[in-house]
C-alpha cells in the first residue's frame, strides 16, 4: 500500500465531564495531527498534492478547532462528540469529516492519528472495523459510537 501524511499543529482547550482528576479542569494543548493518505500515483505521479492535503484539512479541521473551547463548539450531531472531547472523540470527528472529502481526491483516508501531549494520542485506521465506509457514516451517524 501507498500512502502519505502530512503533519499538523493546533492549540486549543478543554476539559472533561464525569472525570476525577486533573483533566477536569479547563486546560491546554498543543495537539499535533497526522493525515495519512492511501492511493496510487495516478496525478503528475501523486497520490494527491501535499499542498491540497493542507488546504482540505486547514479549512475543515484546524480552522475550526484552532485556538477554541473545544466543549463549546460543535452542532448537531458531531456536538455529541464535543460534550467530551478526548483525543478519541476528536479522532472520530476528524474520520467523519475528511472521509468523503478525500474521496472527491481520488484517494482514500487510511490514518488519523491525533497528539494530545507529546507521549500521549489517539489512533484510528481504515482497517478499524467501525466507520469503514465513512461515507455512510457521515450520513447516519451511529449513536452507539458517541461516548
Ligand atoms: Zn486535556
Excluded at 501524511?5 to 493546533?10: A, G, L, P, R, Y
Excluded at 486546560?27 to 503528475?44: Q, R, S, V
Excluded at 469529516?97 to 483516508?109: A, K, R
Aim: aromatic share 10%.
Amino acid at each position: 500500500m501507498l500512502t502519505v501524511t502530512k503533519k499538523f499543529e493546533f492549540e486549543a482547550c478543554h476539559h472533561l465531564n464525569d472525570y476525577e482528576g486533573a483533566c477536569a479542569r479547563k486546560h491546554g494543548h498543543t495537539y499535533k495531527l497526522e493525515i495519512t493518505l492511501a492511493g496510487m500515483p495516478i496525478n503528475n505521479g501523486m497520490i494527491i498534492d501535499f499542498h491540497t492535503v493542507k488546504t482540505v484539512v486547514q479549512t475543515h479541521i484546524i480552522n475550526r478547532l484552532d485556538h477554541y473551547d473545544l466543549n463549546e463548539i460543535g452542532d448537531e450531531w458531531d456536538e455529541a462528540l464535543f460534550e467530551q472531547p478526548t483525543a478519541e472523540n476528536m479522532v472520530l470527528w476528524i474520520v467523519y469529516v475528511l472521509t468523503p472529502i478525500f474521496l472527491g481526491y481520488n484517494c482514500i483516508l487510511h490514518h488519523v492519528r491525533l497528539y494530545e501531549t507529546s507521549n500521549s494520542h489517539a489512533d484510528w485506521s481504515r482497517d478499524c472495523p467501525m466507520l469503514e465506509n465513512g461515507q455512510e457514516a457521515m450520513e447516519e451517524p451511529d449513536e452507539d459510537l458517541v461516548l
